[in-house]
């Protein structure tokens, strides 16, 4: 990571593309623009952002500002209008459809902001799922479900659907199958946009723990501002820009004041 | 809410399971009936099933189109997991040819006990005469395969725009 004390995000990217770390995910000039009818509603305007092995970055913004767009670049689920994203150092522009779902199975966990548990599965199923897609064999894939249901605290949940949960335990269910492919990156869109405020904090603590133990790196995007002390770095967009990209203990004093500036 | 769509679409099912079932025992009893050989009554017989048999593919079609919009952010979610095309499209059109089979099954039941019954009008008790029935078992398969076919080729579309359907979907709104 850069050492120097980089304040314009040219320095940045200068400092960043100087040092020979480990980059999971890499946007290049990313646009998004977004036909309705004649009208043109540009998403992305140009997105440059480097995202490291194993760290956790959290993406604030607010709502409009493209962080769901972002997301949907870097997991594959949808081609950039301009620019491209890297995964690994491919392009995934370039690959075609089975090699896309291959990505989307063994790289990327997605979590989601309504956490889309399949409805007519068990918890244990919904975890073997992403397993079975994979190619893992139907006894490997069930021991391993309920070795990271109980992980995620869910020891005692194996064979409850969706309505039998709550909202917190959906979203763990949902951490749980992300996680269930040891994938490289984990995409989590507003993942505690649904959830009270203490079940959001443990949420992101157990996203967190699983950063920590697993090495995989987490891209989490969130409102809200407690979030923030757990992130190795945070990235705020705003109409479709990187507006400011900086560790955490660099923006330590900043928070109230960033937040004053938003007011303005 | 979700339980007044989850009545709508165990409703629309029952109704396309009955058409399916009514074609396959509409068909099982023609082929099992004697028929005059009167050609204007045979046309109208033909015209029958013809329609019958459309009656059934758009209603097959219906609700297997219903079953795939409604969930839209499910299958968004399976892709996201990695689910092929192949995989979403076979899941669809499996579910679709329970739907058939279950639906032959009644249909072939329903046809047989009509044919026993027009029969008993006709000949008396020699329905029940072993001579009565000749090569029932093929009209069986017939009628059954019907009733697959008809599943098939209405849920062939809809698998499809499920299969297409982009993974994105998954990311899409909030409940
Ligand atoms: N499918 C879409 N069709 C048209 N416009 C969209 C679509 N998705 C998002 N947008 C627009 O793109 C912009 C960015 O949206 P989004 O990425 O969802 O932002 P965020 O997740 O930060 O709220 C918004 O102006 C939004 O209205
Ligand atoms: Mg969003």
């Known amino acids: 990571m850069p050492e ?28 998004v623009v977004y036909e309705m009818g004649s009208e043109k509603i540009h998403a992305l305007q140009g997105v440059d952002a480097q995202i490291f092995t194993g760290e956790y970055i959290s993406i604030m913004g607010p709502s ?20 491209s994203v890297y995964i690994d150092e491919i392009d995934i522009a370039q690959l075609d459809a089975g090699e896309l779902a291959w990505l989307r199975c063994r790289k990327i966990g997605y979590i989601f902001q309504s956490y889309n548990i399949v409805k007519v599965m068990t918890a244990l199923e919904n975890v073997m799922l992403p397993m079975l897609f994979a190619g ?11 070795e990271i249901l109980t ?13 039998e949960l709550s909202g917190g335990q959906q979203q763990r ?30 949420i992101i603590a ?59 | 809410m979700a339980l007044s769509s989850l009545k709508l679409r165990m409703g629309r099912t029952l109704l396309t399971l009955l058409t399916v079932a009514a074609c396959c025992a509409f068909l099982l009893f023609l082929l099992t009936a004697p028929i005059s050989d009167d050609p204007a009554e045979r046309q109208m017989w033909g015209l029958m099933i013809t329609l019958s048999l459309l009656v059934s593919v758009a209603g097959v079609l219906n609700t ?52 026993t019954l027009v029969g008993l009008l006709e000949a008396g008790a020699g329905v029940f005469a072993a001579a009565y029935w000749t090569g029932l078992w093929w009209k069986v398969i017939v009628a059954a395969l019907v009733g697959l076919g008809l599943t098939t080729l209405g849920a ?11 993974p994105v979907e998954a990311m899409r709104g909030e409940k």
């Open chain 1, 4 to 31: 120097a004390a980089a304040k314009t995000k040219a320095d940045y990217w200068m400092a960043d593309l100087s040092q020979a770390v480990d980059c999971t995910v890499m946007a290049r000039g990313v646009e």
């Open chain 1, 173 to 202: 269910v949902a951490i749980a199958r992300a996680f269930a492919n040891k994938p490289a990156i984990i995409l989590a869109d507003e993942p505690t946009a649904n959830l009270d405020l203490h079940t959001g904090e443990e």
């Open chain 1, 136 to 146: 893992v064999p139907q006894d490997e894939a069930q021991n391993r479900a309920v």
């Open chain 1, 206 to 264: 157990l996203m967190k723990e699983m950063n920590r133990e697993e090495g995989v790196t987490v891209i989490c995007s969130t409102h809200d501002h407690k979030m923030l002390d757990i992130s190795d770095r945070i990235m705020w967009m705003e109409d479709g820009r990187v507006k400011k990209l900086a560790r955490r203990d660099e923006v330590d004093i900043k928070i109230d004041e960033f937040e004053e500036e938003n007011k303005a």
């Open chain 1, 151 to 163: 992980r995620v605290g869910l020891g005692d949940r194996f064979l409850h659907t969706p309505k």
């Open chain 1, 64 to 83: 409009g500002s493209g962080k769901t767009t972002f997301f949907n670049v870097v997991g594959g689920l949808m081609k950039p209008s301009a620019g």
């Open chain 2, 156 to 166: 062939a579309f809809p698998a499809a725009v499920a299969a297409r359907m982009p």
């Open chain 2, 64 to 115: 297997m189109l219903m079953s795939v919009t409604q969930r839209y952010r499910e299958i968004g979610t399976i892709k996201c997991l990695g689910a092929l095309d192949s995989f979403v499209m076979l899941s669809v059109m499996l579910e679709s040819a329970l739907l058939g089979l279950t639906g032959a099954v009644f249909g072939i039941i329903g046809g047989l006990v009509l044919s």
